[in-house]
């Protein structure tokens, strides 16, 4: 008997694990242009740093046309997502560390599980919901609403982005179908970029000098997190690369440190671990079945 070839998995993980740290990266730098520019023009920028690369992989893995032949109604839904998933996180990412800003946009796949029952008809059973409400809450801990707590409008407004992530994902069930996953990104950042610049245009600031390097690397780093996530699900099972997206947070904490010398404190982490903990559980109780990951914003 031949032994099982374990390459394609192991492949998966390190893919799995680049993805994350690349999106970790961008995600850095976003913080850095919140810093100096409106949340609207960080997220015009952010679709237009990594839109030429992102299309002339699509142009050399399929070509034009699936391009075009897309469903447009869940396009356009799926770009007024982006457009406030990526501006509610960029306000929250200058306002919080990254570390705080990922342990409540965990929650995401918690509202992807309760948003597929009443818009895919999914069954979900009761220790599924009740993984979801000790999930919430896991973000309660984290946002300590009594007291001198962390609930703020930013606090809030990585819950809004974790949402619109959520209802992106669904919408990727459905156009995935039809539609290729390329279509799909090109047509989030092209839309995201001309929706966010457009709101963003009349207190529009020029881009500082030192500034466009910052730009470009998220330009670069997005494009190849988005190639290593696409070959990650493409070669391994989600229910094995799916809990890697949660090592974000060990990348929060690097770069929050390293950048901004700054470490989340116990109640953060007790928060982060509650919530990990019940994305775990969910993704167990799915196992086995059909995964789509939805690009990252």
Same mark, same amino acid.
């Given at each position: ?45 952010? !679709? ?100 001198? !707590? ?148």
């Amino acid at each position: 008997m031949t032994e099982p070839n374990h390459a394609p998995h192991s492949r998966a993980v390190w893919l799995m694990l680049a993805a994350v740290g690349l999106f970790a990266l961008m995600d850095a730098g976003l913080k850095l242009l919140s810093a100096h520019y409106l949340p609207f023009q960080v997220a015009a920028l952010r !679709g237009l740093a990594s839109l030429p690369l992102v299309l002339m992989w699509a142009l050399f893995t399929q070509g034009w046309r699936p391009l075009l032949r897309v469903r447009w109604p869940l396009h356009l839904l799926r770009g007024v997502l982006g457009v406030g998933m990526m501006a509610s996180f960029v306000y929250a990412l200058k306002r919080l560390p990254l570390s705080t800003a990922y342990s409540i946009f965990f929650v995401a796949p918690l509202l992807i599980t309760a948003l597929s029952v009443p818009i895919l008809g999914e069954k979900v059973g009761p220790r599924r919901w009740t993984a979801i409400a000790v999930g919430l809450l896991g973000v309660l801990v984290v946002l300590r609403p009594t007291g001198a !707590g962390m609930l703020s409008l930013a606090g809030l407004a990585v819950l809004l982005a974790a949402a619109g992530y959520a209802v992106s994902a669904i919408t990727v069930r459905v156009l995935a179908r039809t539609d290729s996953n390329q279509a799909m990104v090109v047509w989030l950042l092209a839309l995201m970029a001309l929706g966010a610049g457009s709101l963003a245009w009349p207190s529009w600031r020029p881009l500082q000098a030192e500034h466009a390097w910052i730009v470009a690397g998220i330009g670069v780093v997005g494009t190849l997190g988005q190639f290593a996530i696409t070959e990650a699900f493409r070669h391994g099972e989600a229910s094995l690369i799916a809990p890697l997206e949660y090592s974000a947070l060990l990348w929060g904490v690097a770069l929050d440190l390293a950048l901004w010398g700054v470490l989340p404190d116990g109640v953060t982490w007790l928060g982060a671990a509650i919530i990990i903990g019940s994305g775990l559980y969910l993704l167990h109780r799915e196992k086995g079945k059909p995964h789509l990951e939805a690009e990252h914003p």
